[in-house]
């Protein structure tokens, strides 16, 4: 079992930045390939980006690279989103999600373990 919690959230102006963290407990996050999505309002759940497992290679959506990026503390056992230059299109929950495959997944239903997450709003 994995136990992920997100915090960070908040309103931030457009042009902005946030740092988004997720706790994990249960496994350590070096041991698990993790990712960040995000559910705005009326819209699907979508990629935002990945972290593999062990090597950590790294994977954006188009819409956020460039702009984001994801990184991992296995001392603090704790994922980031680092988010710059927010949009008012990046308003959404975010939230953390964990599986223990090696590869890199963009889609919510390979994903076993999920954070409650967290809403980011981005005024214009």
């Known amino acids: 079992q994995v136990q992920l919690v997100e915090s960070g959230g908040g309103l931030v102006q457009a042009g902005g930045s946030l740092r988004l963290s997720c706790a994990a407990s249960?496994?350590?996050?070096?041991?698990?390939?993790m990712g960040w999505f995000r559910r705005a309002p009326g819209k699907e759940r979508e990629f935002v980006a990945v972290?593999?497992?062990?090597?950590?290679?790294?994977d954006y959506a188009d819409s956020v690279k460039g702009r984001f990026t994801i990184s991992r503390d296995n001392a603090k056992n704790t994922l980031y989103l680092q988010m710059s230059s927010l949009r008012p299109e990046d308003t959404a929950v975010y939230y953390c999600?964990?599986?223990?495959?090696?590869?890199?997944?963009?889609?919510?239903?390979?994903?076993?373990?999920w954070g409650q997450g967290t809403q980011v709003t981005v005024s214009s």
């Open positions: 999600a964990a599986r223990t495959g090696y590869s890199s997944s963009r889609f919510p239903l390979e994903y076993g373990y």
């Open positions: 249960g496994r350590t996050v070096s041991s698990c390939t």
């Open positions: 972290t593999t497992r062990n090597i950590g290679n790294s």
